[in-house]
């Protein structure tokens, strides 16, 4: 996305009434151009060749391909996509499930138009975004459950982050674009329920001492 220009968004839900009052809801926002809408996983993964949003956003119960398999293959297919979920549920389980599949943010589907706008935001430019039950959700995880939580690309740069590497030093390290790694530290950030590397580098290195014999 160049700098000035409205976000493109792709809305992905089976609901007709909810996929055009997502669209219309965002569509109000003189920064986000929605450009396109999918009813199904499937058809969101042929959308997004052809309408290359920005940020998707994108239901989790769908027949056919679910929204978590979507997630995952929309990002196989582009790293730097941004990606929110919206679902009626806030469940732990379910949460670390769509942000392991690759999702910048979670939302419940009781989110108001204005915080749905800013989680667009905030996927856009690689950060996360979640709605307060998701983030208690989250909190009740215990801090050696949280860094296990990890996918295991996270769980690398956690390791660096835990050294003190850049997202600079990250990058070349890893091989990954600015971004990815900046998308990447953003997940890892609120998984652990932390504000900063600091913080993320604690945690990681209490729960390496919290685990059992160590």
């Known amino acids: 996305m ?7 968004v792709l809305v992905v839900d089976d609901h007709d009434l909810l996929r055009e009052g997502v669209s219309s809801s965002l569509s109000a926002f003189a920064d986000i151009d929605v450009v396109a809408d999918a009813a199904s996983g499937e058809s969101a993964l042929t959308s997004v060749d052809e309408s ?31 990606i929110v979920a919206l679902s009626s549920f806030s469940e732990g389980d379910r949460v670390r499930e769509v942000l392991d599949a690759g999702a910048n943010g979670y939302l419940v589907k009781s989110v108001d138009a204005a915080s749905l706008a ?20 989250l909190t009740e995880t215990p801090q050696v459950d949280r860094v296990s939580a990890l996918t295991s690309r996270e769980q690398e740069i956690a ?19 600015i971004f ?18 600091t913080e ?11 685990r059992p014999g160590a």
Do not use: C, W, Y
């Not at 940020?55 to 995952?72: C, N, Q």
């Open 52 to 82: 290359r949003p920005d940020v998707v956003v994108i239901d989790l119960v769908m027949p056919g391909m679910g929204g978590v398999e979507a997630i995952r293959r929309l990002r196989a297919g582009d790293a730097d996509l941004g």
């Open 200 to 210: 993320a580098a604690a945690v990681i290195f209490r729960s390496q001492t919290d």
């Open 118 to 137: 800013r989680a667009v935001r905030s996927a856009a430019a690689g950060q996360s975004s979640f709605s307060p039950e998701v983030t208690m959700a």
């Open 2 to 8: 160049s700098d000035g220009a409205a976000i493109r």
């Open 159 to 177: 390791a660096l982050i835990a050294e003190g590497r850049t997202n600079a030093e990250i990058a070349d390290r890893l091989v990954l674009s």
């Open 180 to 197: 990815t790694v900046k998308n990447h530290v953003s997940s890892i950030l609120m998984k652990l329920h932390v504000q900063t590397r």
